[in-house]
């Protein structure tokens, strides 16, 4: 069964891909950076469940950042590997996510790499563009504006938008 779902995803995913324009980026063709990355998170998780096993893009999207054609990466521990493991992928609090943006053709530069304790993604399908992220962190980060101390157990929602090639916190309130 799971090598039914494996090779749908598989197709979904290059139809996306496709019909989007943006080139299909296969694991072993991902920067040494992600890979080692994945690899990593993956077996920190196998550590704590023997028995997980993995789509090898699992947890890692294709997605264009600011509407230039390029191959951007996001890596989302959470997702490596399907879901929240304290202790293993993420913390007892929140996972780590990261963004790779693609500087030339080949050439990607880590520009995102963040502890959030939830997250969402906007994405124009059509156009496999990133267009915002509704992200919750640790309320004493000065970018929650904080009035007093915070507890490790208490968040803040940001909208999180990139452009001009930098990224725009803003709190909701």
Known sequence: MSRLVSCVIAFVFCYVAASTGQELIAFRQLPKEVRDLAIEVRNSCRELNPDMTFNDMQGI?????????????????EELC???????NCSNRACDMAIFKEVSKGQWRKIFNEHLYAKFLAIDWDTMRFQLMVASIFAGDPRCQPRKEYTSGHSCNLIVTFSNNRWNWQRIR
Do not use: T
Not at 62 to 75: A, E, H, K, M, P
Not at 82 to 88: E, F, I, N, T
């Open 82 to 88: 399907g879901g929240h493991l304290a202790g293993a």
């Open 61 to 77: 999207q294709i997605l264009d950042l600011n509407g230039d054609g390029s191959r951007d990466i996001f890596v989302d521990n």
